[in-house]
């Protein structure tokens, strides 16, 4: 794919900035939403978790809620908040169930494509429904397994053939933010939901992540109208911007975010139930739980190393929005020392989120393990998306960096 005129217009340069009165406000507000969601997410996240059910309702309370417009323009209908911020909201919402943290931090990523790839009039367009609508957006981007995907011309139009392995969010999102081959380049496309040819296969059924809706999808000679593919003509034979290559980052950092807050989640919970329910050890010689000192050896550690990371998380974000506010000007390093400051913070979150969430019993004692509960979720559910791709792929990344110079190499992975 080429380099186009990205569609960074006044869209995202908006009056009321990160740093408005105005702005902080909303945020503000924003975050108290978002812990609501959290909240009913939590009390009910045991339950749906084995129902393995369709995150219908849990999209529809996202968007009760006014959480899907959030990073569109406040003239149009949203919160106005950067994508830093907005990511943010994904931390808020995996303390409570860390499947709905994945399909919003996706949602905000793909809600970003049009603005790095689109014309200013394709952003402009799905940012208005984007607030009109609320729309929910489902990504059909993993660019491993099965046969793919692949475009071609049909006349005036094209048609677009294949089928992905995972798609999270694609079965029940209104709009579908799609990556494909045409004539040998990456080609950015998005479609409306229900879209004549596709089919969502509804077999994701693992251990972990079992409300994100991430299973297979095929494209049968799907119609696409050439408004529907992101970008001007020509469509091949360009280099991608460095600026337009942040798109992968936008998923790192979601990734970064509802790892740490499903630790963050996970670690209060494990607490809340200690206080409640634990029992001293028999030769502790104390009369509760919560003064025994190698619980709070161990509660002390936990936190200390979550803090750590939530701070690295953030320290990412902000490195991501001051790339993206660089715009069209960024260079090949900037790019460069964003994507190294994402994958510290990844590699850092996986193994502190891991670590929380495996030594959770050790808090709360055997009775914890009750299966009515359900706390082994919080495990299974980061342990299923942190192999999504492999954390030492990205501490490579780091050292080849720091010690050779050499940038981490584009692709939908880094």
Sequence with gaps: MTTTESARTALDRSPDTASSPDNAARFADALRRADLVAAELRATAAE??????????????????????VGEPVEFGGDGLDY?????????IARGDTSIAHLLGYHYAQQRIPHLFG???QARELSLRNAREKLFWGGVQNPRGADGLELTRDGDGFRLNGRRTFAS???????LSVTAAFEGDLVFLTL??????????????NIGQRLTDSGGVVFSNTPVAREEILGDDPLTGRELSAYQTLVTPHWQLAFVNFYIGTAEGALEEALDWTRLH?????????????????????????????TAAALLADRAGQALQQALDTGDSLTADQRAETAVAIAEAK??????????ASRLFE????????????????????????VHDPVAYKAREIGDWVLNHRAPQFTLYS
């Design 347 to 356: 590699f850092v979150t996986t193994k502190v989120a891991l670590e929380v």
């Design 192 to 205: 409306p939901a229900g879209r004549e040819g596709f089919t969502a296969l509804g077999d994701w059924d």
């Design 363 to 386: 808090i709360q004692g055997a009775r914890a393990t009750t299966s009515a509960y359900g706390f082994d979720r919080h495990w299974r559910n980061l342990r299923t998306h942190t």
């Design 48 to 69: 749906r978790d084995r129902a393995n059910a369709d995150p219908i309702a849990e999209v529809a309370l996202l968007r009760e809620h006014d959480l899907l417009q």
């Design 169 to 175: 969010g694609a079965g029940v999102a209104d709009q």
């Design 278 to 306: 634990a029992s001293p050890w028999e030769t502790s010689g104390l009369e509760a739980a919560t003064d025994d000192p190698y619980l709070l050896e161990l509660v002390g550690a936990l936190r200390a190393q979550v």
């Design 84 to 92: 830093a911020q907005s990511q943010q909201l994904t931390r808020r």
């Design 119 to 121: 014309t200013a009039e």
